[in-house]
């Protein structure tokens, strides 16, 4: 396995267009985050998902933004109506939680999104 | 990043030492994190610190943890022109989602 990948790499889109993306984990992973990074941030936490379970969303997430991992495999970001603000860099990184942690995460290299 | 706070610039020499801060606000986390990013990369966890705690070595990397100040540091020692890199600090928030700092932008400079 050769980590976390993400598709595609990079997005261009016109405003009020929808767009989607994927991630897929590592494989023997049941957690798989979602996170936004805009330019001269760190990352900020979207979603996450225990298996196929979408147990917890940020405030960040709009109704605009749904997200997917109908297997408990790979995971789809989807944003409907794009608008200039959510151009920004979507990371998606998986876990396998062990009791005590260190909970470590694993990040893909990322989806940057440019709506025009 | 409110809850983390950086300096977002270090310039040093190559073969000097690099120390990049971080303060914390919340101290819940059972683990600190540290993160590097190089340009069009996604995240690289570097080394994590359990928060009991107080110094940790990894090879070039020595974390250091101060937690009455709240206080996180990585050092890394000889640093080389391949670590020039943004370096996010990190924290768990209810075990779940990853809260980090602003990233502070480390340039080598041969």
């Known amino acids: 396995d050769t980590g976390v990948s993400q598709n595609p790499r990079h997005k261009i889109t016109k405003r009020g267009q929808n767009v989607t993306f994927r991630c897929d984990p590592i494989s023997e992973h049941n957690r798989l985050y979602w996170y936004r990074q805009t330019l001269g941030q760190g990352p900020e936490f979207l979603t996450y998902f225990q298996n196929e379970a979408q147990l917890e969303k940020s405030r960040l997430l709009s109704d605009r933004f749904s997200a997917e991992r109908p297997k408990g495999s790979f995971s789809t970001l989807e944003i409907q109506r794009t608008e200039q603000g959510d151009s920004a860099m979507y990371l998606c990184?998986?876990?396998?939680?062990?009791?005590?942690?260190?909970?470590?995460?694993?990040f893909g290299p990322g989806t940057r999104l440019t709506v025009t | 990043g409110e809850d983390v706070e950086q300096s977002l610039f270090l310039s040093v020499r190559e073969g000097d030492s690099s120390v990049i801060n971080c303060t914390y606000t919340?101290?819940?986390?059972?683990?600190l994190y540290w993160y590097k990013q190089e340009p069009g990369a996604g995240l690289q966890l570097l080394t994590y610190?359990?928060?009991?705690?107080d110094m940790k070595q990894d090879q070039r990397l020595t974390v250091l943890l101060n937690k009455k100040d709240k206080h996180l540091s990585l050092r890394i020692a000889d640093t080389q022109t391949g670590d020039s890199a943004i370096y996010f600090c990190a924290w768990l928030y209810n075990n779940n989602d990853m809260r980090f700092g602003a990233g502070t932008r480390l340039t080598v400079k041969p």
């Open positions: 610190i359990f928060s009991n705690m």
């Open positions: 990184a998986s876990s396998v939680p062990l009791a005590g942690g260190p909970y470590e995460q694993y």
């Open positions: 919340d101290s819940s986390s059972t683990y």
